[in-house]
């Protein structure tokens, strides 16, 4: 019996090896972790964190001079449903986010085709355009702020001319184009850029046989470079909108939100009411506000990306 149990152990072999733990796949999962680990570490730090901050604010009323930290439930967002101040405020954002869009698409656009001719002093030009962009926002706005003013350097220039130019920065119609003007200015390089790069993608090949067929340049245009670039529009589209509204450098220190509201914008209006009135809980429910507004139109465009990009099924 003895005999014939040691002989099935025989013919069984030893039992087998356990797998190492760290196997190739455990590693290369840790490997790509350990590379992610301090982007979200700064999402958690610096998004989700702070996020959580300004709802929990939002239930609460802090006044800083007082030193009191209350609860006040949904009473921040009951009187922002009733506050007379939020209409004008967002009409104000819908007209500087429109217009500055609208304005800054198409422009950059036009200049990203024509610095795509083989021209002479190309290079110039695209270096000139882009130039604005990696000027600092605050020296930027200051120096239009001096050639906006009534005897500023535009109106001295309309002045040669035998025109009396109006205080852009104090009307109730100008002030509103002078800061989309001084923000298109700013940016419109940014967004030529990405659109040169699309175009120079495009083959050459395409706009040939389109030639040979008949087309027109509209129809060229049409049919060929704006399907194929489609995925950059879709692109600065969202980054234009996305930054519209979040402008507050230009309006404070060109208009401070005036004449009036005209230029004040839901961003402005939410710093007036938590850093100059001392509202940190009406503050931060604005900025939900704003928030909800931003993740709902970048959601809307994302959306659309089927109809709008070429590459999309």
């Known amino acids: 019996m003895t005999l014939l149990v040691r002989e099935r152990v025989e013919v069984a072999g030893p039992p087998p090896d356990r797998p190492p733990f760290w ?81 800054n698409l198409s422009l950059a656009l036009f200049l990203a085709v024509l610095l795509n001719q083989k021209l002479r002093g190309t290079v110039v030009f695209r270096t000139l355009f882009f130039s604005p962009v990696v000027v600092t926002l605050v020296a930027w706005t200051i120096v239009w702020g001096f050639l906006l003013q009534d005897n500023g350097g535009i109106n001295g220039f309309l002045e040669l001319l035998g025109i009396d130019g109006p205080n852009w920065l104090r009307g109730d119609a100008t002030a509103m184009i002078s800061v989309i003007v001084v923000q298109l200015f700013k940016n419109v390089g940014l967004n030529m850029v990405l659109f040169l790069a699309a175009l120079q993608g495009v083959p050459a090949e395409l706009y040939e046989a389109a030639r040979i067929d008949g087309a027109s340049a509209w129809a060229r245009f049409r049919r060929i470079t704006v399907p194929l670039i489609s ?83």
């Open 23 to 103: 196997t190739m796949r455990r590693r290369d999962e840790l490997a790509g972790w350990l590379f992610v680990a301090p982007q979200l570490a700064g999402i958690i730090a610096f998004v989700l964190v702070p996020l959580g901050l300004v709802v929990w604010y939002s239930l609460h009323e802090w006044s800083v001079l007082a030193d009191t930290f209350d609860y006040v439930g949904l009473g921040n967002y009951s009187a922002l449903a009733d506050d007379p101040r939020l209409g004008p405020a967002l009409r104000a954002t819908g007209l500087f986010s429109l217009g500055l869009v609208v304005l």
């Open 231 to 313: 995925p950059t529009i879709l692109l600065t589209s969202i980054l234009t909108v996305v930054g519209s509204l979040q402008v507050f450098a230009q309006i404070a220190v060109l208009t401070q939100g005036g004449p009036g509201t005209s230029t004040t914008v839901l961003i402005y209006y939410l710093y007036q009411q938590a850093f100059q009135f001392h509202h940190f809980g009406y503050g931060a429910t604005i900025s939900l506000l704003l928030f909800v507004i931003v993740l709902a139109l970048t959601a809307l465009q994302w959306r659309m990306r089927r109809k709008l990009s070429f590459y999309e099924d």
